[in-house]
């Protein structure tokens, strides 16, 4: 198979606690998208309010220097992708988000756009969810039924976006992040979890994968223990197809 | 309609912090299976473990005087179901839980049992998810895909178990509790959310319904605003078909 020429920036959170609506990543969304890119494709699914959150997101990234068409303003969102430069689906909750790409029916056009023609992804809490090989490892509420959890599979495994450590003070009887991920893992033929702190982001590039931000992240994989990794790490051996499955 | 003869204990949390398996509920579940139930059908299927689940519910509940038998080691668990006089359906993973129910053909069965013949139904966090109108509030992670969110329909409300006020003092930026259940109610037909914050549970005895417990329960309806309950409260106006739906 050919190097799919793939670039994605997959972000834990839009905002961080003290910050502003993308105010963590903004030098990072620069050097990703670079000087080529005029106009983003926004898509604001995830949240009820599309209208609201399309300028939100317009605000910031106009500050950054860039244009930005909102897809749920376009009488055809098919079409708004295939003429897209550069697409960045915002948070919310996932499963309202994918419910909304297969009814739209963009899931096809939107891998082709990004595994074929190589116009970058950007990607933040749901948005990350939705870029990756399935929504299993979300932590919305099932607010809505989506005809699948597979989503866009532009990486071949999934993320945890906001992932927490365990507070080792709580009298709270559900479940651990860590413990919802291992459930997981319970399941034959599941795909590792990249669990993403806040603050952190994936940068993937053909078939490099590289962790940024500030805050580290946690590796699940089935029948293994989990790993810690510091800002930096090479997480390309991800990518590999030989990972697709551990069953 | 006829009034319906079902009979439900559904609790927030089988554990409560500092306390043993259904350790602060023994009087609950005595005074509600009575001395006519001598024995209880166990449904494991939230957990992977279903032989160390089984084992762990038979413990308690012999002590407390009921023998039990597991549905897992029926060859044929429709049968089981058939032949029961009261279902207790623990916790784990809800999504599992209704998938597993589904693929083995128990939703109607289990019905039936508990609305026609109206022999007492128990479950705990995920069973009682199991109970409701549908899955759309669990806590849960979406690890496995179930063919349906619709529950077994013994009430026409959800349940948010394990119930958790926000925590004025937290920096994480994902959704409190509140908001993902906002959230749910920010699309259409969606059906009132009785938050349950651990050491709570709801008595249902045809339609008369009543708070037990010592934690008190948040109750959400689309459009309004949430309010509070406390221990003792009647819940028996969510039974009332007219609010089966709040489009
Ligand atoms: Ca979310
Ligand atoms: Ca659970």
Redesign the pocket.
């Known amino acids: 198979m050919d190097v799919p020429r793939r670039r994605l920036l997959l972000i834990s959170n839009s905002t961080l606690h003290g910050g502003g609506y993308l105010g963590h990543c903004q030098q990072q969304i620069k050097s990703f998208l670079g000087e080529k890119v005029k106009r983003i494709l926004f898509v604001p699914y995830?949240l009820h309010n599309q209208d609201a959150y399309a300028k939100t997101a317009r605000e910031k990234l106009e500050n950054v220097g860039y244009g930005v068409d909102s897809i749920h303003e376009f009488s055809d969102p098919v079409e708004a992708v295939r003429k897209s430069e550069a697409i960045f689906i915002g948070?919310?909750?996932?499963f309202r988000l994918l419910k909304a790409l297969y009814d739209k029916s963009l899931i096809q056009e939107i891998r082709k756009r990004v595994l074929e023609d190589g116009i970058p992804y950007m990607g933040s809490?749901?948005g990350s969810n939705a870029a990756t090989i399935s929504i299993n490892t979300?932590?919305?509420m099932p607010i809505v039924y989506p005809p699948s959890l597979e989503a866009l599979g532009l990486v071949p495994f999934n993320i945890n976006p906001h992932y927490l450590d365990p507070d080792v003070n709580s009298t709270h009887m559900g479940e651990t992040r860590e413990k919802r991920i291992f459930e997981y893992h319970e399941e034959s033929n599941t795909f590792p979890v990249l669990g993403l702190r806040e603050g952190s982001m994936l940068l993937v590039e053909g078939n490099k994968a590289t962790l940024q931000g500030v805050t580290g992240a946690r590796l699940f994989v089935r029948g293994k223990s989990p790993t810690e990794h510091q800002p930096g790490a090479d997480f390309s051996f991800l990518l590999a197809n030989s990972n697709l499955h551990n069953p």
Do not use: I, L
């Open positions: 995830a948070g919310g909750n996932t809490s749901a979300t932590n919305d």
